[in-house]
């Protein structure tokens, strides 16, 4: 069976799952399908890139497209180019998975997102065996083309120097954002210190970036950082950290970013998109605010579709995934992090004291049960289990059953009033989804 897209591309081991074969023939159906005679291609700098990069250029050439060779670029840089050249492009990257994984990130001419549409055709091709031919060959271009054009776009998002005298900690995850992160920030006059900017190929992601946010609480905590910022391997995604260690996940960025967009009339009809795994305190501090809310599924693939639909500019994910469209085509966790810190200069407040400010979070447990093999109809079959622990919670709570689009998982959330009632709530759902899929099998 051929790999399928989950909430973002493809993903898996490399180069045992996510072969190179494999690569190839996605590469050669996807610029078979995508207008254009030229093809992007980027990547972060997990060990099997280069491997996984010469895969994509064979399949490209496959299909009669020339390839553009980026070398190691944040997506959002990819996204960038795509805008501004017209282009297709494809990312090879695992995001925030280990060194060990890869994966590959499609955008449309113009750098955005593919629809489901487009994805639907992709993974018909696949499944139906559509294979390049042998021996074809074509033109690359090799290079980092266009990364200072999209820094520019970045530094120039704000005016002047506003970082003067603040000192600013950096995690690039030893990935993408080595490529762009620290240069942006120094031009913007900070005082900037930094981690996990040597990548080897085998330690992305390794104790290092946003889901590992020990590392950049020790760095701001070290140095006297005034904030910190992390990034993932492809730097697409955003965490914050006050000065005083405090973490500050995408619910806050997007909740200060969105109140701050409000007070300067550049949120349109005070909405801002927001997925079903944003904290509940999130929603109750947008309410007392009057922000409104849209909410889409998990990926930002599925923000950026509503905020395109409704002529919306900010929305994203607690994950740190932030959307800003009049800015970018995608997210983008460098820009996300300027913007932030734009603001709270603006406003003459300290990042952290605002973001302990703008919402109280609700204690939040997750658990991932894994199950290799997920019957059908699973979260249906969930259903009276989810609405007694609903019942329970009342209004000071909420429950989100779903399946990971990229790991054989099903991902339980509960958000209640004290963590104990969470964790509670969570272990009963876990067990009845272990439950629920015996009896169907």
Known sequence: MSMRFGTDGVRGRAPEQLSPEFIRRLAFVAASELSGDTMLVGRDPRASGELLRDAVVEGCHAAGVEVRDLGVVPTPAVAWMGKHLGLPGAMLSASHNPWFDNGLKLFSPGGLKLTDAEQDRIQRRLDDGDTPGAGETGSTDVGH??????????????AGTPFDGIHVALDCAHGAAVATA????????????????????????????????ESIIGLVQSCGADVGFAF???????VGCGRDGSLIDGDRLIAMTALDRRDRGLLPDDTVVITVMTNLGFRRAMAEAGVTIA???????????ALDANGWVLGGEQSG??????L????????????VLDAAVRRSVDVGRWADDVMTSYPQVLENVRLDDRPAGLIEALADDVAAVEAQLGEEGRVLIRESGTEPLVRVMVEAATPDIARAAADHLAAAVVAQSERLR
């Open 145 to 158: 083309l266009g990364i200072d054009a999209y820094v520019d776009t970045v530094v120039d998002s704000v």
């Open 182 to 213: 620290v240069t942006i920030f120094e031009r913007l006059g900070a005082q900037v210190s930094a981690t996990g900017i040597a990548p080897t190929g085998q330690n992305i992601n390794d104790g290092v970036g946003s889901t590992h946010t």
């Open 232 to 238: 993932d391997g492809d730097a697409d995604r955003v």
């Open 295 to 305: 909410e889409t599924g998990v990926g930002d693939r599925h923000v950026l579709e």
């Open 321 to 326: 995934h932030i959307i800003h469209r009049d």
């Open 328 to 339: 970018a085509t995608t997210g983008d966790g460098v820009l996300s992090a300027v913007q």
